[in-house]
């Protein structure tokens, strides 16, 4: 799960450019076909960037996952926790 997920970090994660160590083991498990859940924390002007708007488009023909921005009056935001979680439950096996 890479959250939250900046307009920069997703950006390079579509683009293929593994920086830091998060885009690094991301882009790793992409390769790898390990399930990757990735969740944008970007505000509407960034969200509505072309640049943004291609890697959102791009990222889930990798595979990946998008758990994308909820918007509850104030624009916007990362997505619940209870969200994220629901996203990753079926990659999680239970003891």
């Given amino acids: 799960l890479f959250a939250p997920c900046s307009f920069n970090s ?21 390769g790898r076909h390990t399930p990757v ?4 924390s ?3 002007p960034l969200l ?7 890697s959102l488009r791009v ?3 990798w595979g990946v996952i998008i758990v994308p921005p909820v ?11 209870a969200q994220l979680m629901e996203a990753v439950r079926p990659f999680v096996q239970s003891s």
């Fill in 48 to 54: 509505e960037h072309p640049q943004a708007q291609q």
């Fill in 71 to 81: 918007d509850e009056g104030e624009g916007p935001r990362l997505a619940p926790t």
């Fill in 42 to 44: 970007l505000n509407q």
């Fill in 10 to 30: 997703l950006n390079k994660l579509a683009h293929g450019i593994a920086d830091s160590l998060a885009l690094s083991v991301a882009a790793e498990a992409i």
């Fill in 59 to 61: 990222l889930p023909t």
């Fill in 37 to 40: 859940i990735v969740a944008p």
